[in-house]
Nanobody, 125 residues
Framework: QPQLVESGGGLVQPGGSLRLSCATSGFTLDYYAIGWFRQASGKEREGVSCISSSDTSTYYPDSVKGRFTSSRDNAKSTVYLQMNSLQPGDPAVYYC??????????????????WGQGPQVTVSS
């Protein structure tokens, strides 16, 4: 059964950095795209990025472009989201999800089959 387990969340000061990891098991990561989503309290889940099976990344909100970078290590069955210059608008629960090999043009939760639990990211001074 597919499993995704995120780690690396926590508290960081504005302008700081965090790296989230998404460790996968129960399927061969090589053939799947991994999407990252976030959900702030009281808001809808928002697509942040997607990295395809061919290692091409797509970033959706303009607010994260240039600050967030996704990468993957298929040998370790792990995908990463490096988040730099964290801002007050970034705090949320962050989720990774596995889906078809390519990334959708518009992020959609229905594109993905399996989800992780999601670590909390807090930005505060």
């Amino acid at each position: 059964q597919p499993q995704l387990v995120e780690s690396g969340g926590g508290l960081v000061q504005p302008g700081g950095s965090l790296r989230l990891s998404c460790a996968t098991s129960g399927f061969t990561l090589d053939y799947y795209a991994i999407g990252w989503f976030r959900q702030a309290s009281g808001k809808e889940r928002e697509g942040v990025s997607c990295i395809s099976s061919s290692d091409t990344s797509t970033y959706y909100p303009d607010s994260v472009k240039g600050r967030f970078t996704s990468s993957r290590d298929n040998a370790k069955s792990t995908v990463y989201l490096q988040m730099n210059s964290l801002q007050p608008g970034d705090p949320a629960v962050y989720y990774c999800a596995a889906g078809p090999p390519s990334c959708p043009i518009i992020p959609a939760t229905g594109w993905y089959d399996s989800w992780g639990q999601g670590p909390q990211v807090t930005v505060s001074s």
